[in-house]
Nanobody
Framework: QVQLVESGGGLVQAGGSLRLSCAAS????????MGWFRQAPGKEREFVAR????????YYANSVKGRFTISRDNAKNTVHLQMNNLNPEDTAVYYC???????????????WGQGTQVTVSS
């Protein structure tokens, strides 16, 4: 079992930045690929970014590429999502997730946090 707790969400104006964090406990953190996903009202949960076990391989959705950066600290069992140049279309609940493989499909992640709200005003 892995427990994931997100933090860092909030209200920000368009063009601003936020840094999300996800703290993990339980099984060995470094044995999981970590991903960030988001879900806007009335929409399906979608992939945002993911990072490999050691952090050397990252992958982003086209909609956030160049604006968001995913990173992890295996010594502190945390994963972060630095979000810059935010726009109203980024408004959603953001979730971190842990899984066994380099995937973008929500169904391939086994553990999920409770989510943190990000709201971007225009």
């Amino acid at each position: 079992q892995v427990q994931l707790v997100e933090s860092g969400g909030g209200l920000v104006q368009a063009g601003g930045s936020l840094r999300l964090s996800c703290a993990a406990s339980g099984r060995t953190f470094s044995s999981f690929v970590m991903g960030w996903f988001r879900q806007a009202p009335g929409k399906e949960r979608e992939f945002v970014a993911r990072i490999s076990w050691g952090g050397g391989n990252t992958y982003y959705a086209n909609s956030v590429k160049g604006r968001f950066t995913i990173s992890r600290d295996n010594a502190k069992n945390t994963v972060h999502l630095q979000m810059n140049n935010l726009n109203p279309e980024d408004t959603a609940v953001y979730y971190c997730a842990a899984g066994p493989s380099l995937a973008v499909d929500t169904t391939l992640y086994d553990y999920w946090g409770q989510g943190t709200q990000v709201t971007v005003s225009s």
